[in-house]
């Protein structure tokens, strides 16, 4: 790091984990009125991976914590920070980050969940770089962790065929140059009603339906446009263009979502990287996979241009533009 230089965040280290159930389309046209066709078609999903019982969002986020350690070079004792990003943890409380940091057992530092729904590993991303920009930590964990099988109605063909569980994990740390070289995060609660889980739990019980209800058309039309709009917004932030990006990695909801933005926005199909056909909707763990993915098979290099970006319910969305 040079002595002179502004604190900033790199990314040293990346991981994921998928659960081993595998249910795939056809799976799904014994259990709701589907077909492989129409899921393939529509959303360009073919399977999608379910949580064992007993296998909570922490346990997950700790399989993707250890790749990405280990991708970093670092213990677990390295970390000063965890923000991990979920909507379905394991418990009210404690936090899933505070159940992680036990399960590697860190105790010191700190550690807290960010719910931003599928945009909730931009917002954990954006979030873990300012305290390490500040000086405040120096390496954190930066998690999306997901277990949405069990917040889906599964009689319901509309959203059941589309989401998954997983989780994917980078370690993040101090550096001399970036790194991170900007975050933009926008929310708009208007929108709130087109995306949610609208149950919650009151004196013992869980009143309302905790079940994840979606107007698609609605989302699908939102994604598109706010993708696009903050892709610009970012790039021109950063006194860059759209040819300058050499790998989009956006939120992985739905095949037609990332290609429609793609081609809106001039990037070609080649520099997407895609991930959701094995893996479905996994949330806020659909990014770090992603990003995982193609790190470790050699596609982002060091010196590319990555462009993260991600959207969901709240309605909210953002960027993280990374210089590998
Ligand atoms: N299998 C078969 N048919 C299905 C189906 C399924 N799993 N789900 C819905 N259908 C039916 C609908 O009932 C509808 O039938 P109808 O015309 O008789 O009413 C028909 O397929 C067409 O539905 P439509 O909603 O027009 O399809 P679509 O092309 O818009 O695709 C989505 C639906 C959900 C795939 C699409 O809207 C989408 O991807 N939205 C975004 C979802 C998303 O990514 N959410 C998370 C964002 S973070």
Redesign the pocket.
């Known amino acids: 790091m040079s002595a002179a230089g502004p604190v900033r965040s790199r990314i040293a280290g990346t991981g994921s984990y998928l659960p081993a159930k595998v249910l795939t389309n056809r799976d799904l046209e014994s259990m709701v ?3 492989d066709e ?2 393939v078609s ?2 360009g999903i073919r399977e999608r991976r379910i949580a064992a019982d007993g296998e909570f969002t922490s346990d997950l986020a700790l399989a993707a914590s250890r790749q990405a350690l280990a991708a970093a070079g670092l213990r677990p004792g390295d970390i000063d920070l965890i923000v991990l990003a979920t909507s379905t943890p394991d418990m009210v409380f404690p936090s899933s980050a505070c159940l992680l940091q036990k399960k590697l057992g860190i105790r010191h530092g700190a550690a807290f969940d960010v719910q931003a729904v ?1 945009t909730g590993f931009i917002y954990a991303l954006a979030t873990a770089d300012q305290y390490i920009r500040s000086g405040m930590f120096r390496r954190a964990l930066v998690v999306g962790a997901e277990v949405f099988s069990r917040i889906l109605d599964w009689k319901d ?2 959203t059941c ?2 989401f998954g569980d997983g989780a994917g994990a980078v370690v993040l740390e101090a550096a001399g140059e970036a790194g991170v070289l900007s975050a933009h995060l926008h929310a708009d609660g208007a929108y709130a009603d087109i ?1 949610s889980t609208p149950g919650h739990v009151c004196g013992g019980k869980v009143l309302g339906d905790p079940t994840l209800k ?1 107007d ?2 609605a ?2 039309k939102l ?1 598109v446009r706010v993708l696009e709009e903050c892709a610009h917004e970012t790039l021109s932030a950063n006194g860059l263009a759209v040819p300058d990006v050499d790998w989009f990695v956006a ?1 992985q ?2 095949v ?2 990332i290609s429609h933005t793609a081609r809106k926005l001039g990037i070609p199909p080649e520099k997407c990287v895609v991930t959701v056909d094995r893996h479905a ?1 996994t949330s806020a763990a659909s990014i770090p996979l992603a990003l995982d993915v193609a790190a470790r098979d050699g596609r982002i290099r060091p010196g590319h241009l990555v462009l993260l970006e991600g ?2 319910g709240g309605f909210t969305w953002g960027s993280v533009l990374v210089r590998w």
Do not use: P
Request: glycine share 14%.
């Open positions: 009125d589907t077909t129409w899921i529509r959303t599928c063909r509309g065929v589309l995306l979606m698609g058309g989302v699908f994604a939120h909801a739905n037609r979502i909707n959207v969901g």
